[in-house]
């Protein structure tokens, strides 16, 4: 089993930061952890369909943001353990939104989210103004 567990969400004023984490667990981790994985953040606002938000290579040393948060916020990972973050700077109200981590067996970064494979339940974020 795979199991991806968002944390780090709530209610924040605009302006302010956030941190989100994901953290993986389950068998298909156990031998090598995350290290194999394309790990990614996705985003679903009330109405609107899925988006990319940002994605990190297994190795860490890529990374791809979508335009709209590009500056405010920054992906990272530890695959020491197994987990993969999200700083939100700068946040706006536009940034509310369910934010999803998914995961892709893949070596190369992928924004679409049909490329991943794993996918964990969603954590809220609000931004009030």
């Known amino acids: 089993q795979v199991q991806l567990v968002e944390s780090g969400g709530g209610l924040v004023q605009a302006g302010g930061s956030l941190r989100l984490s994901c953290a993986a667990s389950?068998?298909?981790?156990?031998?090598?952890?995350?290290?194999?994985?394309?790990m990614g953040w996705f985003r679903q606002a009330p109405g609107k369909e899925r988006e990319f938000v940002a994605a990190?290579?297994?190795?860490?040393?890529?990374?791809s943001y979508a335009d709209s948060v590009k500056g405010r916020f920054t992906i990272s990972r530890d695959n020491a353990k197994n987990t993969v973050y999200l700083q939100m700077n700068s946040v706006k109200p536009e940034d509310t939104a369910v934010y999803y981590c998914?995961?892709?067996?893949?070596?190369?970064?992928?924004?679409?989210?049909?490329?991943?494979?794993?996918w964990g339940q969603g954590t809220q974020v609000t931004v009030s103004s």
């Open positions: 998914a995961a892709e067996d893949s070596a190369v970064i992928a924004v679409r989210a049909t490329s991943y494979d794993h």
């Open positions: 389950g068998r298909t981790f156990s031998r090598s952890g995350i290290s194999r994985y394309g």
């Open positions: 990190i290579s297994w190795s860490g040393g890529s990374t």
